[in-house]
């Protein structure tokens, strides 16, 4: 668990939005502005389905959500930008701080390896790296968890719920016919 520095924050739940009341933090005022940016492509798509046809058209829902999606994004920067940035605190510390950018690599890096190497080789890694940097265990107590978490998932969601995942290059159905001469008697 990491130290909470009391100088930058005393760890307690803050229900303000933006965090506080009288300043911006680090970064707000940036995703406000991709929020509108977003918000505004979002309305332009939804225009683009049958622009400004009658009250009953298809794209008069989309528009008028996205509508006012554009109107709040905009009170939000306004509001935003006028504020002061809070001085005692950084992006990297405490708002974007390097494991929450080091997993959002890790699940971009499943994402992509999910198709070529299937579930549970991509599965396993993702588990592996991502236990042994929260925990700060040695090798057989991180390899122990991911695994045996792996194995447990693997059983319900295969076995016992018959999940297709994506097999990849691990032989799965070949372990899955194996278990069932197992329990089938083999050959009996």
């Not at 707000?28 to 683009?48: P, R």
């Not at 389905?49 to 509508?67: D, H, K, N, Q, R």
């Not at 700060?136 to 991180?142: D, I, K, N, V, Y």
Request: one cysteine or more; hydrophobic letters at 55%; a neutral charge.
């Amino acid at each position: 668990m990491q130290h909470i520095d009391p100088e930058h924050h005393d760890g307690t739940s803050d229900a303000t939005p933006g965090g506080y009341e009288a300043c911006r933090r680090p970064g707000e005022l940036t995703f406000g502005v991709l929020m509108l940016l977003a918000s505004l492509t979002l309305l332009w798509n939804a225009y683009g389905i049958s622009g400004f046809e009658a009250l009953s058209a298809p794209g008069t829902v989309p528009m008028a959500t996205t509508f006012v999606m554009v109107v709040a994004a905009l009170i939000v920067v306004f509001k935003t930008a006028r504020l002061p940035i809070e001085p005692h605190e950084s992006l990297t510390k405490d708002i974007l701080p390097g494991v929450v950018l080091i997993f959002a690599g890790l699940l971009v890096a499943y994402g992509i390896l999910l198709k070529p190497l299937g579930f549970l080789p991509t599965s396993a890694l993702f588990l592996i790296a991502g236990i042994k940097i929260l925990s700060r265990r040695g090798w057989g107590w991180t390899l122990l968890v991911s695994i045996g978490s792996l194995v447990l998932i693997w059983l319900v969601f295969r076995i016992v719920f018959t999940v297709l995942m994506p097999v990849g290059i691990v032989p799965e159905a070949e372990f899955i016919q194996i278990f069932r001469n197992l329990f089938n008697g083999a050959g009996a």
